[in-house]
């Protein structure tokens, strides 16, 4: 029932981490200086990969609960909050790096722009996600609910990526359209680093993910196996 | 003119790894947390046996 991490993952964990290495050499070293901006826009790679990972994690977590209501499977009930819980903690460094970013190029750490906005309701909405299981104690019950407020919470990751295209945002539009308001022309170096940065963070996710629906796993197991004991 | 804007660079990767370290930390304590209920419940279960 404890299920121990594959040789394949020990691997994988290798070449994630050799891979943020590289992409903060590449952020560090390769990239040029924008010269509007200055050194604050170098921010922009990993702002933009831990948010693309975030949001992976509330899609795989969107996934998993379906898959759970339709099997009944534990097994998806831990890959939801693995992935919920990924998703929050890299959303949350999105939202941080983009502050930051912004104090200096919006002159404000923080604005309700629509983007904003859409971001920091979803981190809300996906936290409660948590205070509802924490209140929840029969496991299949916890599993059927917290299920359902992940499907339907999911409505906020497509809103919030969506938002600087439906509605009027000063946030700069970096997938589809390089020609709106705050964006720079990336040279070829810029944009070698930014789909870098994104592959290398997806592989990350990848790693991170699969350790912590073991853990979720195993801790599950081992209460189970308690519970019955008791 | 480029504006001086490494101090805001610095915190921002700052904020990128201090985030990735934590979560990858604090997986590593549940992980060991969790290691040592297995080892007391293994070692219950031969005391009784």
Redesign the interface.
């Known amino acids: 029932m404890?299920k121990k991490a594959p040789k394949t993952l020990l691997v994988m964990d290798a070449l994630a981490a050799l891979g943020?290495i590289s992409a903060?050499v590449l952020?560090f070293f390769f990239t040029p200086?924008?010269?509007?901006?200055?050194?604050?826009?170098?921010?922009f790679y990993?702002?933009v990969a831990?948010t693309w990972t975030g949001m992976l994690g509330f899609l795989l977590a969107m996934v998993a609960s379906v898959a759970y209501l339709k099997t009944k499977k534990l097994d998806w009930d831990s890959a939801a909050v693995a992935g919920t819980e990924?998703g929050m903690?890299?959303v949350?460094?999105g939202i941080?790096?983009g502050s930051?970013?912004a104090?200096?190029i919006w002159n404000t750490w923080w604005t309700w722009d629509p983007r904003l906005t859409t971001t920091f309701i979803m981190e809300l909405i996906y936290a409660a996600y948590f205070v509802l299981r924490a209140n929840l104690t029969e496991i299949r019950q916890r599993a059927r609910l917290a299920s359902i407020y992940a499907i339907v919470g999911f409505t906020t990751v497509p809103l919030t990526f969506l938002s600087i295209r439906i509605f009027r945002s000063i946030h700069p539009v970096v997938i589809g359209d390089s020609s709106s308001s705050g964006m720079f022309a990336m040279s070829s170096s810029m944009l070698f680093t930014f789909i870098y940065s994104l592959v290398v963070f997806s592989l990350?996710f990848v790693v991170?993910f699969w350790?912590?629906y073991l853990?979720e796993n195993?801790?599950r197991n081992?209460t189970t196996?308690?519970m019955e004991e008791d | 003119m480029?504006?001086?804007?490494?101090n805001?660079?610095v915190?921002?990767?700052i904020?990128?790894v201090l985030?990735?370290g934590g979560?990858?930390l604090s997986?590593v304590i549940?992980?060991a947390s969790?290691k040592r209920?297995?080892d007391q419940?293994s070692d219950q279960d031969s005391t009784r046996e």
């Open positions: 404890i943020l903060l952020v200086v924008e010269q509007t901006m200055g050194m604050v826009q170098k921010v990993f702002h831990a990924i903690v890299f949350l460094i941080i790096t930051i970013w104090k200096p990350f991170v350790h912590r853990l195993n801790q081992l196996i308690i | 480029t504006p001086d804007t490494l805001y660079f915190a921002g990767y904020v990128v985030g990735i979560y990858i997986l549940r992980s969790l209920k297995l419940k």
